[in-house]
């Protein structure tokens, strides 16, 4: 691994991620924290395969705030220390960061935040500049995967300067692209933490707290002038250049690529920020100087775009002549879905440059389009997110959507984040109904389990993965139990954070590292503050479906587990099990008067249907052997290899 | 099948005529072609159905007697068959409050006594047909209600199903129909707590007319229902039901009207015959001719039933029957035909 082996100077291809984690051991990080996550879950995978070589301490914690908490100590002692999470983990952290900003820190701190724009495997397209911005922390947004590992080096410096915490915001493009880096030497000298009992370390409260308040606007001051002189900011194009771009993260190499597409080197200027807050105001002044015309080009949110309008509001008093603003707020940078959502591309700066600027530009011939309708389009039919062949989800979700039929009346099914997110889907028999943040599912279902007062009469269920159990769940099920809320909490235990890559989490029996950790069980916490705690293999469907139904007929919190390990956790692990096939000479094919139940309804991937025989099929390469269709195919024509 | 709502659509198909279609017992039902199917030829005796014999049987055998509802013979028929391999397993209903049943699958002697007696609730026997003959091989019976053992033939009729429902060898090769008048729908428990108070059930009877009683017995005491205060609860379905003997079994089995310790038994296949008589030979059951005034009062009874659907005001309720014009006006004319 390019990572913990390469030698300094050597140049190596990493991952954005990765990069930060390189960054991190060049800058001799020593206590790394986080909870997994797209697209920032690899930061603290990469720190974990290094950590016993070079004497960090590494963990996933059981959720964002504890580890931003837990690496505020760290650097309160004097040790570097880096937390990483996505972006609705820096919502999960905020409260302790509103109050660290203003407590400072002795060791140089660093929150990294993978924003995912276009929301590909997230909720919301948060923009967590905002966060700096609100916490009034030095912001850091790198563009290429060089300056990922760069930019981390430097925030423990700077933070360690400032004695205040570091922002560095990623986002999926750049956390998940591959790029040349040129390394470093990572630090390897031992630290000592020390925290004195002599030490306040607070963000006050009254009097104390607005004079911390007033010591982080310095900081803030010192901040800005450290950041006119950054090398993370640069100027490519005409000195006097009267159009100007200003760009920051991904925007950068896109801007890049879109001037030199439509030749307009020569006219457009563009100014590249990696130190978004504070905003160098001197540097930008010297460029709205020259510039009568300015187009923002960033990822979500029109962070730049807002801020530079506020600068340039106050650098008129100094005689700055007024500036054309181009960007969001005019439209002219929209994604698919408007101005402010999806992901930057190319296209989106070109899109931009040619409606301001009138010019035409037709990457392709106009017919392009219908000729790849016409050759390939036919070959790739659109497919709806599916669970893996061989997902305990699918059998719960078939259980609990087989327990609402039997109810026969609406129930309200609150879903939660994880792999089982995807139950709003087919894949899931749509049975969920609600989805937003972690640990949402659970409080929801508080609040439609507490309103048959107001005529809202319907058993409720909600929805929830292990992991996510122990990140956000307990507040809600105690005050579920508190509040005498009708609910019948399934909790989807596959032992393992499947849908961020696997890590470990408390319930597993190991740590970030791997190593052997105590065993936190979901049910012994579930029993001491639910009476009605039960245990069942999602796999064995009657029992499961019996338990969801009987739950759903009666009032009051319960909670039910449908415990089947994920089979990605292991691996093939499943080759040891019996083979499963389908008896073709039994198989009805399109005679089967359930209208081919078992690919049609159950939608596993494992499930084929061979067009030559018109039978259904297993394909063997990716079935794990979960032998659930056997059970659900109504011929019984589906079979376990019998072993001897 | 839900305990307590009956068949459930977990998962709409969208065919106007796919399994559930193909197999419910009220959904269209051809007498005419099921006769054909199972008998070979059409019904003569349209009250009883097609049928070899007529008598009455009780098990000999104290430990089936000592518990049995009436006369024993299922359970005898069934450990008999058990006992000398002609089947190796049953698919029986078992009983905790001897009032409503769970489907289970006896394999041996002790198994099926720990099924005797009655329940009253409709069990979902063919889910659990439909589920043992999936996972495995092997000769199966299956005791049920009418509309079980339709359900079951209807199945083995249509042209799509499995192999390991058809009536053959290594297949649900022996069909074992109980009469059958109406099930109760579980709200029916209310009114035995009520009457019962918190005591332990521990049978449950509804003595053959004219007795129109519904009977309770807990370790302390027997309690009569009046039976009109029950009827409240019996499934709808069961107000449609043409099919009092179980006529499409290899054998039907019921009680004797006004004679403790007996059963009625129907005839009806050569497979129903020869188990019989077997079970009879090897000293399992005592088999004696049914008298006529008891004949002829079964008909009347499963006429008077047959009429009552035919006159059905509700055209669509009764649709799902189709029996000829001819059967049909000798069902309405036929007056003490036996």
Known sequence: ?644 | MVKGKGAVIVEACGLSEGNCYDFCPRTRLDVPALDQFVFGSQRKDVALGSNISVMKARTVDSEIGGVAQYGGVVSALVAYALDVGKIDAAVLAKSEDRISGEPTVARNRKEVLECVGSTYLACPTVSKVWEVTKREKGRFCVVGTPCQITAIRKMQSSPNVRTSLKSQEDKVSLLIGLFCTWALSPDVYSLISETVGGARVLKVDVPPPPANIFVVHTEDKVFEIPLDKVRRFIVPSCNVCFDMTNEFSDISVGAVEGEKGWNTVIVRTNTGQELLQAAHDAGFLEVRPLEPERLNHLCEASLTRKRRVLAEKDSEKVSYLLTTDEDKSRIIGEQEAH
């Open chain 1, 1 to 644: 691994m390019h990572v913990t082996n390469a030698e300094s100077k050597k140049r190596v291809l990493l991952m954005g991620d990765e990069a930060i984690a390189r960054g991190a051991l060049e800058a001799g990080v020593n206590f790394c924290t986080g909870y997994p996550g797209n697209p920032a879950s690899e930061i603290i995978d990469t720190l974990a395969k290094a950590a016993e070589k070079f004497g960090v301490y590494v963990e996933w914690s059981v959720n964002e705030i504890v580890a931003l908490e837990a690496a505020g100590a760290a650097a309160a002692s004097g040790l570097r220390a880096l937390t990483a999470m996505k972006n609705l983990g820096a919502d999960v952290c905020s409260d302790f960061l509103m109050t660290v900003n203003l407590s400072g820190t002795k060791g140089g701190f660093v929150l990294v935040t993978g924003d995912d724009p276009l929301a590909h495997s997230t909720t919301t397209e948060l923009d967590t500049r905002n966060y700096a911005r609100l916490a009034d922390i030095p912001l850091l947004e790198p563009a290429t995967v060089q300056e990922a590992k760069d930019m981390t080096k430097f925030a423990f410096d700077f933070s360690e300067e400032l004695g205040l915490i570091c922002m560095l915001r990623m986002v999926t493009r750049l956390s998940h692209s591959r790029g040349v880096v040129t390394l470093g030497p990572v630090q390897t000298q031992k630290k000592t933490a020390e925290f004195s009992s002599q030490e306040m370390w607070t963000s006050g409260s009254s009097s104390i707290t607005c004079m911390l308040h007033s010591v982080l606007h310095e900081k803030m001051r010192n901040a800005e002038s450290k950041f006119e002189e950054s090398e993370f900011n640069k100027y490519v194009g005409r000195e006097d250049a009267e159009f100007l771009i200003m760009t920051s993260g991904t925007g950068w190499l896109y801007s890049l690529e879109a001037v030199k597409l439509l030749n307009l080197q020569n006219d457009v200027g563009i100014l590249k920020l990696g130190t978004t807050w504070p905003l160098p105001t001197k540097l930008l002044t010297t460029h709205l100087k020259h510039a009568k015309e300015v187009l923002f080009i960033e990822e979500t949110d029109p962070f730049l775009e807002q801020n530079v309008k506020i600068a340039a509001a106050e650098l008129l008093v100094d005689g700055i002549a007024p500036v054309k603003f181009y960007g969001q707020k005019s439209n002219h940078v929209r994604g698919e879905f408007g101005a402010g959502t999806g992901e930057l591309s190319v296209d989106t700066v070109v899109k931009a440059l040619m409606g301001i600027r009138k010019i035409e530009y037709s990457p392709r011939k106009s017919c392009y389009a219908e000729k790849v309708q016409e050759t390939v389009g036919s070959y790739l039919p659109p497919r709806s997110m599916s669970f893996c062949a061989g997902c305990p989800h699918r059998a719960s979700f078939w259980s609990i959507y087989k327990a609402i039929k039997w109810h026969g009346q609406e129930v309200i099914v609150a879903g939660d984040i994880g792999c089982y997110s995807l139950g709003l889907l087919p894949t899931g028999f749509s049975v969920e109904k609600t989805l937003h943040c972690m640990g949402a599912g659970l409080g929801v279902a508080n609040g439609f389990g507490n309103m048959k007062r107001f005529g809202l009469d319907k058993p409720v269920i909600a929805v929830a993965g292990d992991s996510t159990f122990y990140h956000a769940c307990l507040p809600a099920l105690i005050n579920a139990k508190w509040n005498k809320a009708n609910i019948s909490f399934v909790i989807l235990d596959n032992n393992t954070t499947a849908m961020t890559g696997h890590q470990p989490h408390p319930g597993t029996g190991v740590n970030a590292l791997g190593d052997s950790s105590p065993r936190v069980h979901i049910e012994d916490i579930c029993k001491s503050i639910v009476s009605d705690v039960r245990v069942v293999d999602p796999f064995e469907l009657q029992n499961a479906t019996q338990n969801v139904y009987e739950m759903i007929q009666t009032e009051g919190l319960k909670v039910l587990i449908l415990r089947h390990e994920c089979p990605l956790n292991e691996p093939r692990g499943w080759q040891e099990k019996p083979a499963v096939y389908v008896d073709q000479e039994k198989c009805v094919g399109d005679e089967c008067g359930c209208v081919r139940f078992c690919s049609r309804v159950f939608k596993c991937p494992g499930m084929t249907w061979d067009y030559v025989k018109r039978k259904a099929r297993i394909d063997e390469s990716i079935c794990t052997r979960c032998r659930l269709c056997a059970d659900i195919c109504p011929q019984g024509a589906i079979k376990v290899e019998e072993t001897t």
